[in-house]
Every structure is written in structure tokens, then in C-alpha cells.
């Protein structure tokens, strides 16, 4: 087989599972610091201010910019991020700053700078792990976006860093501290549905293709490519733009269903209670109706089993034209981004990041809520600073892990799936009604869509069986993508 440095610049899928599988045998390297070489951290009182430092910023890290700036007791201090254009493009918000963010183009530099007590993290999907993990080395606490992590592994890997150094990490999924969210939950944990037996995280956005070039991404101008290829390898992508279609490449994103969907991942393992990884997994869908340079699927069906509940996620980046109920008494059809959680008595319908409302299954509302805003999330963050209680986190890394890991899981399954015919599907979970309303709807989409399965394949992933102790497959292909090769001098060290 090819080396990386040698392989063709737009590998298909096959491709990747190749060079993923040879190169996951490769041992990991990074150096672990003795617990009397940690950095000493500021201790930061309850009247002062937290120094933040934004890494990453062309996307949604404009948006911690705003949160933070918006907080009374956070001073941004920098900004950092390997394209010089995107700190031009925030020029007018800061000029109207008493005090501008230095720039900083080298993340190793920012973590360097002792005036830094926190970083907020939104880079590419593939740098969050390594560089959470330096910046907790570094003495800072970290405020990550979602998903967490890259890879099944590297979230447990984060939450040993967490623990061993002390630092306070949070995901940035915003629901797990609004108002209305919290409070829908809490009427959950008190038995009002019932024993809660199962969920869907649904992700219905519209995704459009990234475009068919075999040319590599141009290369924005001073950008620094080493640094933004990380531990990923340094090969130009072939795509239109090198910004944002990082989403649609697995070698930097995870898809939608690691985009998007660990937001309602999230809220459904939070309401099923569950503290582990489920014990079976498997996936369903494709890159389904364009041909494009992205490698990851735009459309897919996920079924996690746990002993006792089932977790469906159903991602949708095509047109919705039949709206979906899931045959629940409703007014409203499921659209967009939401999550359904089933007791056995009632449900819930969460349609965005801060309301829900609850019915019995005759269709009479029985519980209603809303309000919250992004910031509720960011300042449980830096209450859990000044406490130094990671149980104050409203979204510890821990529970970021279980919840990108998800996501992660089932992504390999799909990735080690086989091309079937419409109308296949996986004998996981088959006689549960959740299961069979996803499959329902999903065939009914692809038709609706009308996708031909001649030019842009279905795949049915391989059913995973886990050890949620272990966090292991009995599969050892599968466990292989578990993890990454890690670039020289972007090696990701172990706790």
C-alpha cells in the first residue's frame, strides 16, 4: 500500500479505510508530564476576572468572541488562529474595544503566555483533542467545541488529562445549560414520562454539495497549512475551499452526525441516564444524492443498544418533503434539529436548544418549557473555573466524550459497511417501532429525493459490538478506527 505522502490527493472512502487501518497499528508517541511538572495555574478568585484566549475563529469561534466579550467577569486577552485573515475580518468589533485581543498565529505560542488562564477552542474537528490536551498541560482550563474529540479514543483520553492535571474542561453543547432544557430534564429524572426506554436525535439540515474538483483547495493567503494540518497529514485537500468543507472530509470532520447531531446525542443520553457506551451500534446511509469531493455521509441512520434502551439517530442533509412524526400524536412534524426521548408513559419534543414541551400518548400536553441563551453555557464554564469542581460543569468532558464518542461509533460502522439495495436494513433493533419509524421515513426520503443508488451508493455498516468498560469492539478492524495516526510533533501523549 502507498504511504500517506504518496497517496492520490482525493481518496474515496475505500481509500480511507485503507490508509486508517495501516496506520492506526502505529504506536502513539507524546511524552506524559509528572505531576510535579505541572504548570502553576493562577488561582482565580471569585471577584476577578478570567483571561480567555479564543483559538480558532473563522467559524464558530466568532461566536465565543461575542460570548465572551459579553461576559462580566472574562477579559479576552487573545485570539489565535493560523489564517491571518481572521482577525482582518473582526477588525471593526475590535476596534471598539478599550483593549484589542492580541493576535497570535501559533497555538504553541499562545500556550506559552502565562497571562492566559482559560482558552475556547473552535478549530477543525481534528485539532480539538491535541489541543485541549496541551493547553490543560499548559495550566489552562478549556472550553471545547463539540464534538470533543476527532476519534472514539482521544475523548477518554482528554478526560484523563482532566483529571490527572486538575483542569476544568467543558463541551460546547449551549442545551445543557439552558433555562428551559434543564428544566424539561429535571421533570424527566422525576419519573414523569415513565422509566425512559428510548430516543432520537434527529438532524434534518439541509446540506448542499461541496462541489467535484480535482484540484487541490486554494490556499488562503499567509495561512500556514502545517499548522492548520496538525496532526492530521499535511496533503492539501481536493475540494473547492479549504474553510468549513473540513465538516465533509474525515480525515478533519465527522459529518453531520458529528456536526450537529451531538447536540441531540447529547440531550438523549442525558435523558436515558446512560453513563456508558452502548453495547451495539450500527449505521445506515451514504453520501446520498450528489457527487461531490466529500467522504462522509449526508444522510444516515444510527442505532445504539443499550440492555435496556435504544437511541436512534436520524441525519437528513437533502430536501425534507414528507415531514416526519415517528407516528407520534403531534401537531407539529419533527423538523430540522430535535430530539424525541420516550417513556413509557408520555414524551418529549425538543425542537431547538432551549424549549420542549411533554405529552401522553393520547396527544394532550402535559408539560411545557422555555428561555435560555448561549451565554448560560459559557458562564457555567467559568463558575466551574473559580470553584475548581469539574462536577460543577454542567457538560465535564467526560460526559463530552460519551456524547461525541456516539457520533464517532457510528461513523466506523458506516465506514466498514457494504453497498446494499434500497430497502435493506440492519436486524439491530428490528422489532423496536422507534427503529422501524427511522427506517419508514428514511426510505420514504430517499424517494422523495429521488436518489439514484446507481451513482451515489447506500452502505450497511457493520454492527459493532462494544464493551462499554473496556470501550473497546470485539472487532478489531473497528478498533483500529477507533483512533489515529498522529502526525510527527503533533503526537497525541497519554495521561
Known amino acids: 500500500m502507498r504511504s500517506p505522502a504518496t497517496r492520490r490527493l482525493d481518496p474515496t472512502r475505500r481509500d480511507f479505510v485503507e490508509q486508517a487501518l495501516a496506520l492506526a497499528a502505529t504506536a502513539f508517541t507524546g511524552t506524559a508530564i509528572r505531576a510535579d511538572e505541572r504548570p502553576a495555574a493562577r488561582a482565580v478568585g471569585p471577584a476577578d476576572k478570567v483571561r480567555v484566549a479564543v483559538i480558532g475563529f473563522s467559524g464558530q469561534g466568532g461566536n465565543h468572541i461575542e460570548e465572551w466579550l459579553d461576559a462580566p467577569d472574562v477579559e479576552l486577552v487573545a485570539v489565535c488562529d493560523c489564517d491571518p485573515a481572521a482577525y482582518d475580518r473582526k477588525g471593526k468589533r475590535f476596534e471598539s474595544l478599550d483593549r484589542r485581543p492580541d493576535s497570535v498565529a501559533d497555538v504553541r505560542k499562545l500556550l506559552d503566555r502565562k497571562d492566559i488562564d482559560a482558552v475556547s477552542i473552535a478549530t ?76 432520537h436525535a434527529v438532524c434534518y439540515r439541509l446540506r448542499d454539495s461541496i462541489g467535484l474538483v480535482d484540484t487541490p483547495a486554494p490556499i488562503p493567503t499567509g495561512l500556514d497549512f502545517d499548522l492548520w494540518a496538525g496532526p492530521a497529514p499535511a496533503v492539501v485537500p481536493v475540494r473547492k475551499r479549504l474553510h468549513y468543507d473540513w465538516h465533509w ?34 449505521s445506515l446511509g451514504g453520501r446520498l444524492g450528489y457527487v461531490d469531493n466529500g467522504d462522509v455521509a449526508n444522510s444516515q441512520v444510527t442505532i445504539f443498544q443499550w440492555d435496556d434502551a435504544v ?5 437528513r442533509g437533502l430536501p425534507i418533503k414528507t415531514p416526519a412524526t415517528f407516528g407520534l400524536p403531534v401537531k407539529q412534524p419533527i423538523e430540522k434539529a ?158
Open 124 to 199: 477543525p474537528n481534528h485539532w480539538h483533542a491535541l489541543m485541549a490536551i496541551w493547553a490543560m498541560q499548559a495550566g489552562k482550563d478549556v472550553y471545547v467545541e463539540k464534538p470533543c474529540s476527532h476519534n472514539v479514543d482521544e475523548g477518554r483520553v482528554m478526560t484523563a488529562w482532566a483529571r490527572k492535571l486538575g483542569r476544568m474542561c467543558q463541551m460546547g453543547v449551549q442545551s445543557r445549560s439552558m433555562t428551559g432544557t434543564r428544566e424539561m430534564m429535571e421533570f424527566v429524572k422525576s419519573g414523569n414520562l415513565g422509566p425512559v426506554t428510548g430516543a
Open 338 to 495: 430535535a430530539a424525541v426521548i420516550y417513556g413509557t408513559e408520555g414524551f418529549v419534543v425538543c425542537p431547538n436548544y432551549e424549549s420542549a414541551a411533554a405529552f401522553d400518548y393520547d396527544g394532550h400536553e402535559v408539560g411545557k418549557w422555555d428561555g435560555g441563551s448561549y451565554q448560560q453555557h459559557f458562564a457555567n464554564f467559568i463558575r466551574a473555573v473559580k470553584s475548581r469542581r469539574h462536577e460543577d460543569l454542567h457538560l465535564d468532558i467526560e460526559d463530552g466524550h460519551l456524547s461525541s464518542a456516539l457520533a464517532h461509533l457510528g461513523n466506523v460502522s458506516w465506514t466498514l459497511g457494504e453497498s446494499v439495495p434500497l430497502g435493506t436494513r440492519p436486524t439491530l433493533g428490528a422489532d423496536d417501532p422507534r427503529v422501524r419509524a427511522s427506517l419508514d421515513t428514511f426510505a420514504t426520503y430517499l424517494t422523495d429525493n429521488g436518489v439514484d443508488l446507481s451513482k451515489t451508493k447506500l452502505s450497511l455498516g457493520r454492527e459493532l459490538v462494544l464493551d462499554p468498560r473496556t470501550e473497546k469492539a470485539t472487532d478489531a478492524e473497528a478498533n483500529q478506527l477507533f483512533t489515529r495516526e498522529y502526525r510527527k510533533g503533533y503526537e497525541l501523549p497519554r495521561a
Open 249 to 282: 472530509n474525515s480525515v478533519t470532520g465527522n459529518g453531520d452526525l458529528g456536526n450537529q447531531n451531538p447536540h441531540e446525542l447529547d440531550k438523549c443520553r442525558w435523558a436515558l441516564g446512560k453513563q456508558e457506551l452502548p453495547r451495539r451500534v450500527v
Open 311 to 315: 437511541l436512534v439517530s436520524d441525519v
